[in-house]
């Protein structure tokens, strides 16, 4: 686990590092999360960890049992159902307000992350596709000019960044993903907010879809 650096504040720096290692599996589902130990491995004191464990318990990433502590709970196969069907929605209704007030620098962004996915895609990179898979959904976000739908969508990436890492070596995936994107980005172009609205959420089920598929073959290794 490690605590980095940068211009956020101690707490939320601990609060980051110790959810990065939840969503990465360092922590398995139940163990137990001692704040002293975390705090000597961070090089911080208990305070800024008893702060990050008490957010991570309002995200359902941690539960506190008596006599025990805090434990990591994992995140099961119906909260990603239930992240994925609202996002069907937000990232939808992100997308339409993009198309109607996306700018030409937002819009030559876009466009370069699309035309990198194709290029990459041609190479068989998946990696690199899926690096610039969160970018394209970021830079909808911003382009949509509303800050709850940015707060809300960011929050969901993290919250199931582990669950969806599974999903990345899906034979076929990268290409539908890539192909998908293509087609959001023509509705931006076209200024069509319904079409691209209509596009995002089937882009985001066809990723849920994929995702619960994934893990259940997983499950059943």
Known sequence: MILKSGSGS??????????????????????SLNELKISKELGVSRTPVREALMQLELE??????PNKGAVVVNIS???????????????????????????????????????????FLSKNDTEQIWRLDGDFHKIIYNASGSRPL???????????????????????????????????????KNNDADLAELLTARH??????????????????
């Open 150 to 188: 940015r707060f809300i969508l960011t929050n969901f990436h993290n919250y199931i960044r582990h669950a969806r890492d599974i999903s990345v070596h899906t034979e076929g995936r990268a290409e539908k993903t890539v192909s998908e994107h293509r087609a959001i980005l023509d509705a931006i």
């Open 60 to 65: 359902g990433l941690v539960r506190t049992i």
């Open 77 to 119: 196969e119906k909260d990603i159902d239930d992240i994925y069907a609202i996002r069907m929605k937000i990232e939808g209704l992100a997308a339409k307000f993009c198309t109607e007030k996306i700018n030409n620098d937002e819009l030559e962004s876009l466009e370069k992350i699309v035309e990198l996915q194709e290029f």
């Open 204 to 221: 985001i089920n066809n990723a849920k879809e994929n995702l619960i598929s994934r893990i259940s073959q997983k499950s059943k290794k």
């Open 10 to 31: 101690l707490r939320v720096r601990v609060f980051n590092a110790i959810e990065d290692a939840i969503l990465n599996d360092e922590y398995k589902n139940g163990e």
